[in-house]
């Protein structure tokens, strides 16, 4: 069965280090979602692209998180500096078309920032 | 910004009762709706969708209703059962996904 691969599963990094997490959708799947999710909270947006580029980067913090999915296909999500309110679980989803259509998650990177 | 909330943080039930989870949502526009279903330290994961223009979508032993009116969606699960006990949470889809904060499920023996 297809699935959202996510890497690493959990991270662990200094505050001001540098830090990133690589998502491969589903094949075939157009558009992909980063999420932040705190933990007792829901899954907040990050980042939505559709192929290449970015549809919705408006609660991003451009100061220190960046993303990018240069051939349409896989992506990573990097965090420079760390801080430690960056301590979430950061999902990745996918789904095959811009709107009406089932998204799905991978399993998410547990980032602990010491 | 607008986003998805919920009626209650949590709710208990005992195994065989039906469940019934509430959402409200804020954007009249959005057009698609989702149910997840996260179990701890996964990924959310799909449980029933409903498009705009339906007011009613059954699953298997789950419902999910839409009231456009008052902008509400409710997951009903029927005889729910320990392996139920999960957060759930409701998307909303417009030009993007957007989520509530979720509601915890507990299903007692």
């Known amino acids: 069965e297809a699935e959202v691969a996510q890497s690493p599963r959990y991270k662990i990094t200094e505050k001001s280090q540098a830090v990133a997490f690589w998502c491969d959708p589903i094949s075939g799947h157009a558009t992909l979602y980063w999420y932040r999710q705190i933990l007792g909270q829901g899954p907040e947006l990050l980042v939505q692209?559709?192929?290449?580029?970015?549809?919705?980067d408006s609660q991003l913090p451009k100061d220190r998180f960046s993303a990018e999915r240069l051939k349409g296909v896989d992506s990573t999500l990097k965090i420079q500096p760390a801080e430690l309110g960056d301590s979430a679980m950061y999902l990745c989803?996918?789904?095959?078309?811009?709107?009406?259509?089932?998204?799905?998650f991978g399993q998410g990177t547990r980032l602990t920032v010491v | 910004g607008e986003n998805v909330g919920l009626h209650l943080p949590t709710l208990s039930v005992q195994e065989g009762d039906n469940s019934i989870i509430n959402c409200a949502y804020s954007n009249s526009a959005s057009d698609y709706f989702i149910w997840y279903k996260q179990e701890s330290g996964k990924g959310p994961q799909f449980i029933i969708d409903?498009?705009?223009?339906?007011d009613k979508r059954q699953g298997q032993r789950v419902t999910v209703l839409l009231n456009k009116t008052v902008k509400h969606l409710s997951l009903q699960i029927a005889a729910t059962q320990p392996g139920d006990s999960a957060v759930y949470f409701c998307?909303?889809?417009?030009?993007?996904?957007?989520f509530g904060a979720g509601t915890r499920l507990t299903v007692k023996p």
């Open positions: 989803a996918s789904s095959p078309a811009f709107k009406n259509t089932e998204a799905f």
């Open positions: 409903i498009r705009s223009n339906m």
């Open positions: 998307a909303e889809i417009y030009n993007d996904m957007r």
């Open positions: 692209f559709q192929d290449e580029s970015v549809v919705d």
